[in-house]
């Protein structure tokens, strides 16, 4: 189809226009920085007086109570708060909530956070953005943050509950065979007998227990159990089988623990979600 000079002009004018009036309705905010939520979301005070809460543009941080979801809350404290920030608003999310590129001065704290290795570069949200994709690779080659550990659970599938378990079942695994203890984000002592070994939120293995021992299996001070036989025997290992038929491993935190089961050799029945059951 023939455009005339003419319509090719009139169209052209158009989308200009059209640019022009986005640029005019982009909002930028200043203000103090009075809240830090978590590692990518702090509330900001504008005209002294207004409180708004803000979603970081293209970055997710982990969610509090996983692995380094404090230290990434504390990182951006460290960053913004209590100092005059700009905020250059992209767009709202579903709660209503500002999302945007957050400035102290000449320093994008947005990108700051991915190049500690605190925040992941939300590609679901900002596919584009090379600056920040690229500030990733160089936080995961460098293993610093959170890329310090092999596969750690991405927020979002963090909070649909796809958290890494069998993941998380090798390491605690590999935590009991060389005779590690569970350390609890509130400083608690637990050995691998314990049904809470490796089970919290947030805490680490370690060869040296400080701290108090658990009150249930004795931390440091019994590090085994006599009523949850983990050996192996002439003909294999001993698993745990409950009532219902599903069967767990002996790094499981249900091992032994229900009222009702028996120790066996043959597994049989559902391996268990957590710990994989034979299969581990």
């Not at 005070?45 to 997710?60: C, H, S």
């Not at 190049?115 to 596919?127: C, E, M, T």
């Not at 590999?174 to 609890?184: F, L, N, Q, V």
């Not at 370690?206 to 159990?225: I, L, Q």
Request: charged share 25%.
């Amino acid at each position: 189809m023939y455009h005339s000079p003419q319509n090719i002009l009139a169209r052209l004018i158009v989308c200009v226009f059209l640019f022009l009036a986005t640029l005019l309705h982009a909002e930028t905010i200043t203000g103090k920085c009075v809240g830090v939520t978590d590692g990518d979301t702090a509330t900001i005070l504008v005209d002294g007086n207004r409180q708004e809460k803000i979603r970081f543009w293209g970055i997710d941080a982990p969610e509090s109570k996983q692995d380094f979801g404090q230290v990434a809350k504390k990182k951006l404290s460290d960053l913004i708060f209590g100092k005059e920030v700009s905020v250059y608003i992209t767009s709202q999310d579903r709660y209503g909530r500002n999302i945007g590129k957050v400035y102290v001065g000449n320093v994008y704290a947005n990108l700051e956070m991915i190049k500690s290795g605190l925040a992941w570069h939300y590609a679901q949200y900002a596919p584009n953005d090379t600056i920040l994709a690229k500030a990733e690779q160089e936080a995961r080659s460098k293993k610093v943050g959170l890329w310090s550990h092999a596969t750690p659970t991405p927020p979002w599938q963090w909070r649909r509950g796809d958290r890494n378990d069998q993941g998380n079942a090798s390491e605690k695994q590999a935590a009991s065979a060389s005779g590690k203890y569970w350390i609890s984000g509130t400083g608690k002592v637990h050995n691998s007998s314990c049904r809470f070994y490796g089970s919290s939120d947030s805490g680490r293995y370690s060869d040296s227990p400080h701290g108090a021992n658990c009150k249930v299996c004795g931390g440091a001070g019994n590090k085994t159990k006599t009523d949850s036989p983990t050996e192996e025997n002439e003909e294999g290992t001993k698993y745990w089988v409950t009532s219902t038929g599903k069967t767990h491993a002996p790094h499981c935190r249900y091992y032994g623990k229900t009222k009702r089961g028996h120790y066996t050799t043959k597994p049989t029945g559902d391996n268990c979600k957590k710990c994989g059951g034979a299969g581990f």
